[in-house]
């Protein structure tokens, strides 16, 4: 759920985190416990979650990374279909394949030292293919979500035309 708060641009998330991983000694051992998480937003579907697998997750269930992964490359696809709107430039396909470079820092933590966005996308004719790879840029910059890592959040795109 999102309050917006006009006069100061600002706006306001909330969701609730469960953990439903308690194997029935809660947190007695390393091993003792699920990584199970509930992800829950008033009015939208729940989102099962877990740690990554090498982390005792459940690999059927989004982890932390994937969920960093699909904000980073869901933000930009909608800040660059915005900036196309506002370009003139027809989107008639889009799709990424983002990937991402985490490094453990040896003591349990670690940190995401960049994310690649694979954009490919299909614009309606090829005369608007230039202003279509400019866009990726002007979204870069209006992204909330990338604008918030402490990490390059880099892009390779591809634009194609549906028509030449």
């Avoid at 991983?21 to 008033?42: C, F, I, K, P, Q």
């Avoid at 230039?130 to 002007?138: G, L, V």
Wanted: proline share 4%; with cysteine.
């Amino acid at each position: 759920m999102a309050d917006r708060h006009p006069a100061l641009g600002e706006h306001h998330y909330s969701l609730t985190a469960t953990w439903t991983g308690n194997s029935g000694t809660g947190t007695s051992g390393y091993r003792d416990y699920r990584r199970d998480v509930t992800l829950a937003v008033e009015g939208k579907p729940e989102i099962l979650a877990s740690s990554d697998k090498p982390f005792r997750g459940d690999p059927g269930r989004w982890n932390p990374e994937d969920l960093l992964l699909a904000s980073l490359s869901e933000c930009h696809l909608l800040s660059y279909l915005h900036a196309c709107v506002t370009d003139g430039v027809v989107v008639v396909s889009y799709s990424d394949t983002a990937t991402g470079y985490m490094r453990e820092d040896g003591t349990g933590g670690g940190a995401f030292v960049e994310v690649m966005l694979h954009p490919e996308v299909v614009v309606a004719d090829a005369s608007m293919i230039e202003a279509a790879e400019r866009a990726h840029a002007q979204a870069n910059e209006w992204c909330f979500i990338a604008n918030s890592m402490n990490f390059p959040v880099r892009h390779e795109a591809t634009v194609t035309a549906q028509t030449a």
